[in-house]
């Protein structure tokens, strides 16, 4: 059974920082593609970072030069690292792990975290 977890969201002060991490479990961690995407209110989920097997990274134009994408294959992890913080930040923040394969795509979603950006 796949899983991701994340932890580490909480509520912050503007211009703060917060580290998520996102633990993988049921799959071949090394071989995915890892994603941090958000949803806030009212809104479509959007990507904020990915980061591929091979340790190349995306980001959105919203975050970029703030948030830092990473990854450590020995623990099965992926990290955010967000500076800057902005209201505008606040959301729902989810963990994906993706790959396509030759004979079928595969497409993980964690359960969620809460990043609140508020004085």
């Known amino acids: 059974q796949v899983q991701l977890v994340e932890s580490g969201g909480g509520l912050v002060q503007p211009g703060g920082s917060l580290r998520l991490s996102c633990a993988g479990s049921?799959?071949?961690?090394?071989?995915?593609?890892m994603g941090w995407y958000r949803q806030a209110p009212g809104k479509q989920r959007e990507l904020v970072a990915s980061?591929?097997?091979?340790?190349?990274?995306n980001y959105g134009d919203s975050v970029k030069g703030r948030f830092t994408i990473s990854r450590d294959n020995a623990k099965n992890t992926v990290s955010l690292q967000m500076n800057s913080l902005k209201p505008e930040d606040t959301a729902v923040y989810y963990c994906?792990?993706?790959?396509?394969?030759?004979?079928?795509?595969?497409?993980?979603w964690g359960q969620g975290t809460q990043v609140t950006v508020s004085s």
């Open positions: 994906n792990a993706k790959k396509t394969t030759a004979w079928a795509p595969y497409d993980y």
């Open positions: 049921g799959i071949i961690f090394g071989t995915y593609t």
């Open positions: 980061i591929t097997s091979l340790g190349r990274t």
